[in-house]
């Protein structure tokens, strides 16, 4: 399976402020998506990162909170914009396989204060 | 809509015990697949398993067996013989055909004691 990095692993920012998360992979992939996991929750998926086109978001995620790049097929960012307390979780990207099966990163620890 | 329950939100064993973690899903799609991932304190989702609904047949991975019954939409995961390592949250998830619509159950914390 493919190699996922993140970065950064972990950050604290302030309130009002907003984070860009990378997620690299080692070869390249047609699907890659972007989850959230709050604290002691499951994970909920904001979006599909789509490779020369805008990103396709889940009901309850706008763009202009969480913009997504996906220039090409190994590199997608998401951007945690106008940050609040609530916006602390961890953010995972993940990578489809052509047998459906989603390989996750090591995730990005954010806490906003 | 998809959705999976987990019902057992915490469940804890003594280390050798065998344990089953229930997962019952709801789709409309006649194609879809399921999941087990497990979520150890580290942090990492791990994949575990993929199924596909047109494939009953289950499954046994060393101390690893997944049972998937269409006619009550579950798809239960059995730990024999736990070892401490085993303690993770193990997370079932349903997408629909082509893989879309993922979704992640509520997870089942599962904790063996030594």
């Known amino acids: 399976s493919a190699v996922i990095s993140q970065k950064p692993s972990r950050d604290i920012c302030q309130r009002g402020t907003s984070l860009t998360i990378q997620c690299q992979v080692d070869?390249?992939?047609?699907?890659m998506f972007w989850y959230r996991q709050q604290p002691g929750q499951s994970l909920t998926l904001i979006a599909t990162?789509?490779?020369?086109?805008?990103?396709?978001?889940e009901s309850g995620f706008v763009i202009d909170k969480f913009p997504i790049s996906r220039p090409n097929l190994t590199f997608s960012t998401l951007t945690v914009s106008n940050m609040s307390p609530e916006d602390s979780s961890i953010y995972l990207c993940s990578v489809g396989t052509p047998y459906y099966e989603q390989y996750f990163g090591p995730g990005t620890r954010l806490t906003v204060t | 809509a998809q959705k999976v329950t987990q019902a057992q939100t915490e469940i804890s064993v003594v280390e050798k015990e065998d344990v089953t973690l229930d997962c019952v899903y709801e789709t409309r799609d006649t194609t879809y697949y399921l999941f087990w991932y497990k979520q150890p304190p580290s942090g990492e989702l791990v994949f575990l398993i993929r199924r596909n609904s047109f494939d009953e047949q289950n499954e046994i991975s060393g101390r690893y067996s997944w049972n998937f019954q269409k006619s009550t939409s579950s798809f239960n995961f059995t730990i024999t013989a736990s070892q401490v390592v085993d303690s993770a949250v193990y997370f079932c998830a349903l997408s629909g055909n082509y893989g879309q619509n993922f979704v992640f159950g509520p997870g089942t914390r599962l904790s063996v004691l030594p």
């Open positions: 990162a789509n490779q020369g086109s805008e990103a396709t978001y």
């Open positions: 070869s390249q992939v047609t699907m």
